[in-house]
């Protein structure tokens, strides 16, 4: 990447020599120009040259276009790309960090890798005042990065890519191995994972030739394809064209970049608002309810939709009034079925917008799903959604609060002394699993109620009413519902569709979502909670559509997943059943399937009517230990305070840090 009078530009070159290679490397989240790289490589094929051309999918499509024949000396590589923004956009992001901080900027990297760190990528401006110095921007407070990375602004053409998936144009494909420490642990002790792994997918016979003689001087392992894709959208479909794309497009045409950056959320990072801005905020969010919810209902999965949905429901029927507090982008059939059911606060972009929600209620509650997990999501997140924003005189309440697997255990002394403050401002806890019930008691000395699932506090027929208006008829079809698929999974489901002599009707998780893909299928939320309910047999590794096919006394075949073990053996603890959770189809004749649906039946109502009794109570019971509360929300403001002074003692900018 190189800056010509003052704008970066982006562009495809090619070298013949070992040293130039470090004119090529770097992650460079912008579309590249091809100038004429197809006609030098026209011209280096043709006089025999062995030729490497890398790009996007579309790129190396484009090459092979212009060639119009397959070339023996030509090796094609692609990435695993999720879309290009354009470079104009990128190089207004340049100016207005030039006017920002009033240097020029003469070298831009989109990842840092100073300290090794893969998962932990930061960008890094070098600008001039008198010598080069170097800035290093966190990921979350650069706003391009962040809304690249949420694919608001990328070419409208990479929402349709026909490249995306394991069809690829090119003879090898490379990408991020994410994932890769969770389905194959056992490749810690052989790669440094922390310090990255590359995915390498080898697509023809003359890309394995190639890797083979190649495969000396590298350290590899052969992989299950399947198991990883799950981690890297473009590898099943092309990225998610949002609802919020438009909206900040029109921004940016309409008021430049810094306009947009200034209405964007960095990650809650502390920032100044008009009096505009205010009065529009107090205005939109002027309305007073009783409580205000915190869940994970922009997760494209069903059951975190329909937690949220019975969340709101419950309080709703125990005559309390609430909303979802809306911090993320709703997509696909979540806002469909959102804009049906649930009412929202207006989205928050500053962390003045989610302090003045004090302003809307006297209560908070932080719901399921997962939001407290300190393994897979940020400290800054979840200090967010332990509510660290809320006014001391405000109640907070976990209802069926989930930390997955995570044991209470910190990287730093000090991340747990704020996470054990954060807990003991609350006024009443309860878990989703009675795993999270003993760490908080063991990790954070807090009492917890286990009252399980949110879906368990509405009874079964307000769920046969959200789908009574549901026409597909699933009643000769088995169901699956597989959030991580594997050749295994796919052999389960086989083995029961010829038993059965029925087929599968196929409902996807997480960000396989077919609505994603722009396929057409009954796949909204109702559809997918009347094929649970009338399909023949149901087959699963989603907590949430076992506890659906529990709840609808169905057959159901459990199968294991490595994400989240805890959570189904807490339901079944809870239901006082024991249902197997089976890896393989050779697992099936070892175990019986079947369940005292009667049981389950009065276990279910015991758990609806003992977490209603802790919800209203809870609600309407008066503030607790408010001096303990005092301490701890003076410890939490110390913790703030010292940790901005920490970030910005001595730095001219506030982006200017070397802490990773």
């Known amino acids: 990447m190189q800056k010509v009078a003052d704008k970066f530009e982006i562009k495809h070159m090619y070298i013949d020599n070992e040293k130039d290679l470090y004119k090529l490397q770097g992650s460079k989240y912008v579309q590249s120009d091809i100038g004429d790289t197809y006609k030098q490589a026209k011209v280096f094929l043709e006089e025999g040259k062995q030729v490497l051309f890398s790009g996007t999918p579309c790129q190396i499509a484009g090459l092979k276009i212009f060639l119009n024949k397959e070339y023996a000396n030509l090796l094609c590589v692609d990435i695993s790309c999720e879309g290009v923004p354009n470079q104009k956009f990128f190089n207004d992001y340049i100016k207005f960090l030039e006017e920002k901080f009033n240097y020029p900027i003469i070298d831009f990297k989109f990842r840092n890798k100073d300290n090794g760190a893969w998962n932990t990528a930061r960008v890094v401006v070098a600008v001039v005042d008198g010598k080069p110095e170097k800035y290093i921007i966190p990921t979350s407070q650069s706003s391009y990065f962040s809304l690249f990375i949420n694919c608001y602004i990328l070419r409208e053409s990479c929402y349709n890519c026909q490249y995306t998936g394991l069809n690829r144009i090119s003879d090898i494909t490379v990408a991020d191995a994410w994932g890769v420490d969770l389905e194959y642990p056992e490749l810690n002790k ?8 590359s995915l390498v997918l080898l697509n023809t016979e003359k890309g394995e030739k190639i890797f083979n003689k190649i495969a000396s001087n590298v350290t590899y392992n052969p992989i299950d394809i399947e198991k990883l894709k799950k981690y890297n959208h473009p590898l099943r479909h092309p990225s998610v064209l949002t609802d919020d794309r438009e909206y900040y497009l029109e921004l940016y045409k309409n008021k430049g970049y810094a306009a947009l950056d200034d209405k964007f959320m960095l990650n809650y990072k502390i920032k100044k608002r008009t009096f505009i801005d205010k009065i529009k905020s107090n205005f939109n969010n002027k309305e007073k309810v009783d409580a205000l919810l915190m869940t994970m209902y922009a997760n494209p999965n069903y059951g975190s939709i329909l937690a949220t949905y019975s969340l709101y429901e419950t309080l709703s029927s125990l005559g309390i009034t609430s909303k979802v507090i809306h911090y993320d982008t709703k997509k696909g059939y979540c806002l469909d079925f959102y804009k049906k059911y649930c009412k929202f606060t207006d989205k928050l972009f500053f962390l003045s917008d989610l302090k003045d929600l004090n302003k809307s209620t006297s209560t908070f509650i932080l719901g399921s799903d997962n939001l407290i997990n300190y393994k897979t999501d ?30 209470g255990k910190c990287k730093k002394f000090y991340e747990h002394i704020y996470l054990n403050a954060l807990f003991k401002r609350f006024d009443y806890i309860s878990t989703r699993e ?25 009874e079964k027929e307000k769920y046969e009413t959200l789908i009574s208006n549901v026409k597909t008829d699933y ?31 196929e409902f996807q998780g997480n960000s396989n979502v077919l609505s994603y893909s722009g396929f057409e299928q009954d796949i909204s939320v109702e559809n997918w909670l009347s094929a649970i309910k009338n399909s023949k047999i149901i087959i699963t590794d989603s907590f949430h559509c076992t506890a659906f096919a529990l709840m609808f006394n169905k057959p159901v075949i459990c199968v294991k997943n490595t994400h989240a073990p ?19 189809v050779q ?4 175990y019986n399937f079947e369940y005292d649906k009667q049981k389950v039946n009065q276990n279910i109502a015991n758990i609806r009517n003992f977490a209603r009794e802790k919800i209203k109570n809870s609600i309407n019971s008066p503030k607790q230990n408010i001096l303990q509360q005092i301490f701890y929300s003076i410890v939490v403001f110390i913790f703030h305070s010292s940790n901005y002074i920490i970030k910005n003692l001595g730095k001219r900018f506030s982006i200017k840090t070397t802490t990773q």
């Open 566 to 584: 805890i959570r189904f053996l807490s339901l079944f603890e809870a239901l006082n059943i024991n249902i197997p959770i089976i890896e393989n």
């Open 378 to 407: 940020s400290l800054t997140n979840i200090a967010r959604n332990l509510f660290n924003f809320s006014n001391l005189n405000k109640k907070r309440i976990i209802i069926s609060g989930s930390m997955g697997d995570w044991n």
């Open 190 to 197: 052989k790669f440094a994972i922390a310090d990255g792994m």
């Open 587 to 590: 697992e099936i004749n070892k």
């Open 434 to 458: 009675n795993h999270g019930q003993k760490v908080l008691q063991n990790a954070f000395n807090c009492n917890a109620d286990w009252i399980n699932d949110p879906i368990f506090y509405l």
């Open 475 to 505: 009643s000769n079809n088995i169901m699956q519902y597989i959030l991580y698929p594997t050749n295994d999974t796919n052999e389960i489901v086989k083995y029961f569709e010829n038993k059965y002599n029925a087929q599968s009707v």
